[in-house]
């Protein structure tokens, strides 16, 4: 293995939750009277912090998101991942090879910890993450696409920014991960291969990962 720390970002790479996520974003936004669809929702909001949808909305709008949006929006979606959410197709394949060779990895998200802990929980991805390997946008002062994050990650692991392989799948994420002065293997299943042209390695299906890192 050429790395010696693989992170991972979480939605839409471990657990399949941006299909949910996003269309139950868009609605929310509609109907609050900011007119939003499923595929705008992708293209503007797909792997942000919450933060950055507020400061979206209200740059276009001029108005505001309800104080209780956060919330509101967060109890939806974890209703839905009780109901829907399922693990990528071949990520837990990707773990148990990497846990088999000793490699170390974790996952760095814009999710919250708890989104993060109740995804992984339904999916049973939670055996594979104990506490020290999850590290959320809520630990740094910016989310992606600043590498705030990244290099938090890296830091908590030991390990050096160049040693690192981040596993990404939206624009903010390559960004970030690039400006952290890591390699990037972009996942294309949800995301137009040219969206992450950033990404030193690109790839559709996460059962080939684990070799495409050796």
Same mark, same amino acid.
């Given at each position: @293995?050429?790395?010696?720390?693989?992170? $991972?970002?979480?939605?839409? =790479?471990? =657990?399949?939750?941006?299909?949910?996520?996003?269309?139950?974003?868009?609605?929310?936004?509609?109907?609050?009277?900011?007119?939003?669809?499923?595929?705008?929702?992708?293209?503007?909001?797909?792997?942000?912090?919450?933060?950055?949808?507020?400061?979206?909305?209200?740059?276009?709008?001029?108005?505001?998101?309800?104080?209780? $949006?956060?919330?509101?929006?967060?109890?939806?979606?974890?209703?839905?991942?009780?109901?829907?959410?399922? !693990?990528?197709?071949?990520?837990?394949?990707?773990?148990?090879?990497?846990?088999?060779?000793?490699?170390?990895?974790?996952?760095?998200?814009?999710?919250?910890?708890?989104?993060?802990?109740?995804?992984?929980?339904?999916?049973?991805?939670?055996?594979?993450?104990?506490?020290?390997?999850?590290?959320? /946008?809520?630990?740094?002062?910016?989310?992606? !696409?600043?590498?705030?994050?990244?290099?938090?990650?890296?830091?908590?692991?030991?390990?050096?920014?160049?040693?690192?392989?981040? =596993?990404?799948?939206?624009?903010?994420?390559?960004?970030?991960? #690039?400006?952290?002065?890591?390699?990037? $293997?972009?996942?294309?299943?949800?995301?137009?291969?040219?969206?992450?042209?950033?990404?030193?390695?690109?790839? /559709?299906? @996460?059962?080939?990962?684990?070799?495409?890192? #050796?």
């Amino acid at each position: @293995m050429r790395y010696d720390l693989i992170i $991972f970002d979480n939605d839409g =790479v471990l =657990v399949d939750s941006e299909p949910i996520s996003n269309r139950l974003l868009a609605g929310y936004l509609t109907e609050l009277g900011h007119p939003t669809s499923y595929e705008d929702s992708i293209r503007d909001y797909m792997g942000s912090a919450m933060h950055r949808i507020h400061e979206l909305v209200l740059e276009r709008t001029g108005q505001r998101l309800p104080d209780d $949006f956060d919330d509101v929006f967060h109890r939806r979606v974890f209703a839905a991942f009780e109901r829907e959410l399922e !693990p990528v197709p071949g990520a837990v394949g990707v773990l148990e090879k990497l846990a088999a060779g000793g490699v170390p990895y974790c996952v760095a998200s814009s999710g919250s910890h708890e989104r993060i802990r109740v995804g992984h929980r339904k999916t049973g991805l939670d055996r594979w993450f104990d506490d020290s390997r999850v590290f959320s /946008s809520q630990d740094v002062g910016r989310g992606k !696409p600043a590498p705030d994050l990244f290099l938090h990650a890296a830091r908590c692991m030991g390990v050096e920014p160049a040693k690192c392989a981040v =596993v990404e799948d939206s624009p903010l994420g390559v960004r970030a991960a #690039v400006a952290a002065g890591m390699d990037v $293997f972009g996942f294309t299943a949800m995301t137009p291969a040219d969206r992450l042209a950033g990404a030193g390695q690109l790839f /559709s299906d @996460m059962g080939e990962l684990a070799d495409l890192l #050796v």
